[in-house]
């Protein structure tokens, strides 16, 4: 057990629909990342926050894509209009940041969640 | 751009024995460098770090070792054992941002 908790763990939709996703960080922990992985694949960068302010998107995040992280606590990943090329399992993770103490940089994932677009 | 190579898909190694796995990276800019475990149907666990100024550390049966001129590191499993089967993901990380992730590297761990 990470720590970090994702919900939910499985969505399947319908082409076209949109979807959120919530994320849980570990509670000290300043930095929350979203990460997509697809079979075969290691994980990939979606996008990052550092409290509540995002800091990088990836190119990967087209506009169908919006992350948000309101209180600097929780994150929600949402996608609109979903296609089947969105279907993956999405990560997330968190770590202490900067200033967090020794290896304040080592980023706990999340179990993920599998979505699949029918 | 593949920035974190693991050219080995997959390893069988019998229980007692040591697993080594390998990963190559191109971006000299990595401060660390990471390892997590992938069980099916997971997310990947955090394994082990190494900070780039170090060439070596250890925690119980892994360590892991950084070669930088060679642009090299390896995570060695010593003794092996069948619950360390399992999909091992190499990962570089710059400073406080993103980690990148290699594709994996399956390890079978044979009773």
């Known amino acids: 057990d990470t720590g970090v908790s994702q919900d939910p763990r499985h969505k399947i939709t319908k082409r076209g629909q949109n979807v959120t996703f919530r994320c849980d960080p570990i509670s000290e922990h300043n930095r929350l990342y979203w990460y997509r992985q697809t079979l075969g694949q290691g994980p990939e960068f979606l996008t990052y926050?550092?409290?509540?302010?995002?800091l990088e998107k990836s190119r990967l995040l087209s506009d169908r894509f919006s992350a948000e992280r309101p209180k600097g606590s929780f994150s929600t990943l949402e996608i609109q209009r979903t296609e089947q090329g969105d279907s993956a399992m999405y990560l997330c993770a968190s770590s202490r940041g900067w200033g967090g103490g020794n290896n304040s940089y080592e980023q706990y994932v999340g179990p993920g969640t599998r979505l699949t677009v029918t | 751009d593949q920035q974190v190579k693991q050219n080995s898909p997959s390893l069988s190694v019998q229980e007692g024995r040591i697993s080594i796995l390998n990963c190559d990276y191109t971006?000299?800019?990595?401060?660390?460098f990471l390892w997590y475990k992938k069980y099916p149907a997971e997310g990947p666990t955090f394994l082990i770090s190494i900070s780039s100024i170090k060439d070596k550390n250890e925690d119980g049966r892994f360590t892991v070792f950084l070669n930088k001129s060679a642009k090299h590191l390896s995570l060695h499993i010593v003794p092996s054992q069948p619950g360390d089967s399992a999909v091992y993901f190499c990962a570089g990380q710059t400073g406080y941002q993103k980690v990148t992730f290699g594709t994996g590297t399956k390890l079978q761990v044979i009773p």
């Open positions: 926050f550092q409290n509540e302010a995002q």
């Open positions: 971006n000299s800019m990595f401060d660390y």
